[in-house]
């Protein structure tokens, strides 16, 4: 079991920078995937960003170029930096923490809200 704590987001004008951060309460070397997800309204939640337990990383194209996932193993943190956000980026985000065999370990955040302006 893990909890996960997200914080960062807020309201900012178009072309501005936020940056996420998500604590987890236990070790993330021992996480398969953690990663974030999106959803705006009336639409499904998305994936935007995942970093595996290796380090490598995967984007969706939607924010490759802009966005950034990046972890801090000693405070068992993972990041999103947002950089020339855009409207369409409005969304609530959500850490994600999957692993187990056939990821049957999946825990969520509570999610943070991410207002991009025009």
């Known amino acids: 079991q893990v909890q996960l704590s997200e914080s960062g987001g807020g309201l900012v004008q178009a072309g501005g920078s936020l940056r996420l951060s998500c604590a987890a309460s236990?070790?993330?070397?021992?996480?398969?995937?953690m990663g974030w997800y999106r959803q705006a309204p009336g639409k499904q939640r998305e994936p935007v960003a995942l970093i595996l337990s290796g380090g490598s990383t995967n984007y969706a194209d939607s924010v490759k170029g802009r966005f950034t996932i990046s972890r801090d193993t000693a405070k068992n943190t993972v990041y999103l930096q947002m950089n020339m956000l855009k409207p369409e980026d409005t969304a609530v985000y959500y850490c994600n923490a999957k692993w187990g065999l056939g990821a049957q370990y999946n825990y969520w955040g509570q999610g943070t809200q991410v207002t991009v302006s025009s």
């Open positions: 236990k070790d993330i070397f021992s996480i398969n995937v």
